[in-house]
């Protein structure tokens, strides 16, 4: 077995993989940069993998040892020259630890480049652990104190992940987790970023995370809905007194709201704003209706609610009004926001994945996040009931929980200085079914026990 092979047999089992278990069809490495020799080993791979016309370029850190550790097991990739074991370096603390003293170093090592960002001091944090959760990239903590992302597939172009995160913290924003320094290399003379290394928000839960507990009590104050966590601990409400009974989380969904309101007055001092005539609303419209077409002719199951996506559609391209367009997070859900001592805070500027760079870094309404973030309390509260003996008799408490939390976003964001997002609801209901449109194909695709929970928002809608 060559290298090659063993790397075409691993990438299908990574979670940040496109096309996850399927053969990989044509694979090439074309960069190798050695960045430290010896036993252990480390090489920076880029490696182009093409399903027919497609080609998608993802970065490999390899790690190279004769004898491995059993604490790096889970991590290896298969045989290399030499005797040697290959593995996913990032698993490796001492590799990892190179990762970090390079970029406070500010090293150059062939084409990667290693830098810290303006006024920022990168400590020599010991030890670090891979998180488990992520699914597009990896992230590597050291020290409890910062976290290294690594992005896995590359694409050419000012990445929004650093390029937002570094202009919001330049303006001093509060709603963000400062970045520290940036690996970087090119291809085909454009830039392109390999890891950001940011401030780790220890002790921090995430907004997906909070949501389910609340929920978990719910259901299980209704019924006999998941009884065992009647008695399983369940993660800490920040602002909840010890031995008090566990608030609603409508009380988080109006401070998210704020934060975000904070966010998106943030976004607009750093980058402007540009207003849009009625006109360009138009295209806008069209827009989601071309996107529409192209969901039909992929999911069937969308054919019933083409008419009424194509009105609301229509609505949107008859306003008579301008629309504010700015930059935007651009995935904005649960799972994007961490809940803080100091209060809610964003993360992972870089957009949909999947959707090219220049339109992940092009301005949009801020009514877009609100929209992902409203469908992300939908979300939250239904799936959990899929294919349950009490679905039928819970969704009246799921809806209500539902309509309470975006209610609470809504007024939140209103409060803290941004436009209360009810006001605008023509465009808030366009943007909320272009999300589910976007979610029906995405549960289509990978998920398909979750294609109800759109396809019943958009039927409600």
């Known amino acids: 077995m060559t290298f090659n092979d063993a790397l075409a047999g ?3 089992t990574q979670r940040w993989f496109s096309g996850r278990d399927e053969p990989v069809p044509e694979l090439a490495v074309t960069a190798d940069t050695a960045l430290v020799a ?14 027919g016309q ?10 190279l040892r004769h004898r491995l550790p059993a604490s790096l097991s889970q991590a290896v990739i298969g045989p290399a020259a030499g005797g040697m074991t290959a593995y996913d370096a990032l698993h490796d603390p001492e590799l990892a630890g190179f990762l970090l003293e390079s970029i406070a170093a500010e090293r ?17 944090w010991p030890g670090s652990r891979v998180l488990t959760s992520e699914q597009s990239n990896t992230s590597v903590i050291f020290g409890e104190a910062a976290i290294l992302k690594v992005l896995r597939r590359l694409f050419p172009g000012e990445n929004p992940d650093l390029e937002v995160a570094g202009a919001l913290a330049r303006i001093g924003s509060k709603r963000i987790a400062p970045p520290f320094g940036r690996i970087a290399t090119e291809l085909a003379g454009e830039p392109v970023l390999l890891a950001v290394l940011s401030k780790y928000l220890a002790h921090a839960s995430d907004g997906w995370s909070l949501a389910a507990a609340s929920l978990r009590r719910l259901y299980a104050r209704t019924g006999a809905y998941e009884q065992e966590y009647l008695t399983a601990p369940l993660p800490a409400d920040p602002e909840q007194p010890p031995g008090e009974p566990a608030t609603d989380f409508a009380g988080e969904a109006y401070l998210l709201g704020g934060a975000s309101a904070e966010m998106h007055a943030d976004l607009a001092v750093a980058f402007g704003t540009t207003l849009i005539a009625p006109q360009q609303v138009a295209i806008l419209a069209d827009q989601m209706t071309g996107k529409l077409e192209l969901a039909r002719a992929r999911i069937p199951a969308l054919e019933r609610y083409a008419e009424k996506l194509r009105a609301a559609y229509a609505d949107l391209a008859s306003l008579t009004e301008p629309v504010v367009l700015q930059r935007v997070h651009g995935d904005y859900h649960l799972g994007q926001v961490l809940r803080t001592q100091d209060g809610w805070v964003a993360l992972d500027f870089e957009g949909e994945p999947a959707v090219p760079l220049a339109q992940r870094r092009a301005p949009a309404p801020a009514l877009r996040d609100v929209a992902g973030m409203l469908r992300s309390f939908d979300y939250a509260a ?12 819970l969704r009246g408490p799921a809806d209500a929980w539902v309509q309470r939390c975006q209610a609470a976003f809504c007024t939140g964001y209103a409060d803290a200085g941004g436009t209360d997002p009810r006001t605008n609801a023509t465009l808030l209901r366009a943007l909320m079914l272009e999300k589910a449109v976007y979610e029906v194909i995405y549960e289509a695709q990978h998920r398909p026990s979750w294609l109800s929970i759109p396809l019943e928002s958009i039927a409600a809608a």
């Open 10 to 12: 691993w990438l299908p």
């Open 38 to 51: 010896g036993d252990p080993g480390l090489r920076h791979l880029i490696i182009s993998v093409r399903r």
């Open 54 to 63: 497609d080609v998608a370029r993802y970065q490999v850190l390899v790690g």
């Open 108 to 124: 150059t090592v062939g084409p990667l480049r290693f830098a810290t960002e303006p006024g920022m001091l990168v400590g020599s």
């Open 382 to 393: 239904r799936h959990r009931l899929l294919g349950h003996r009490d679905e039928a008799r």
